[in-house]
């Protein structure tokens, strides 16, 4: 099994940026203070979908996405939707590998461009980047051993264990037959088997993969996870709501979860390991 190590070392500053509003050029000083939750820009990375919301109680803007979309179109129409929003940082779900805080290789339902980009200087804002399914498992979290899986138009993994934060590529993992886990219960699953075939792959992979992992409960998030019937025992559905909740996390210095990916990321750095 192939983990991605999270890392909170994403954070830059915005510099000089003629694409931003003069709110956003000047750089601003550093601080360890964390944000303002309530101005904090949260955007949800989907293959289909791309949804973005400030604070806890903001109104959700979506726009669509697909095999287009570069970062950096993203990061154009961020701007525009948020121009007049007092966001003081910035947190991303990103559906692909992330190491350290930083895209680690490109998505498999968007285009090209995603790795190395600059979204601080883009958006103006230091920003945070963490696996989509990440941030969502972080808001479903309830203790315990939880296994998070995103069903939307790839298959997203998360293993939380008491505290401790795993991100996984299990979507991408062979499963049989010469096609991964992705390709039964992801969105192109659901298209070639139907429906009913779908759902019952869904109850399966998901029965053996939380025997497998030892979990206490599993969470069922992303869009697709609506269209199931009947859930496994041990399985409840989680709420898409709750990846914005698990981006506010990111910035809470305080927040135990939050605490355990910085502590993850330091001792993933070169830096970490020779203490």
Known sequence: MQGERVGLAGDTDSGDNPEMPSRSRSKRPATSKPPDPAHILVIDVGGSHIKLRMGPRGRITRFESGPDMTAADMAAQVRELARDLPYEAVSIGYPGLVLRGRIAAEPFNLAPGWVGYDFGKALGRPVRVINDATMQALGSYEGGRMLFLGLGTGLGATLILDGAVEPMEIGHMPYKHGRTFE?????????????????????????????????????????????????????????????????????????????????????????????
């Open 183 to 275: 390709d039964y219960i992801g969105e192109r699953g659901r298209r070639r088997l139907g429906n009913k075939k779908w759902r019952k792959a869904v109850a399966e992979v998901v029965t053996r993969l939380k025997e497998v992992l030892e979990a206490d409960y599993v969470v069922l998030g992303g869009g697709n996870a609506l269209r199931l019937k009947k859930l496994p025992a041990g399985v409840r559905l989680g709420d898409n709501l709750n990846a914005f909740k698990g981006g506010l996390h990111l910035w809470r210095g305080d927040d135990p979860l939050a605490v355990g990916v910085a502590r993850r990321q330091r001792a993933a750095s070169p830096a970490g390991r020779g203490r």
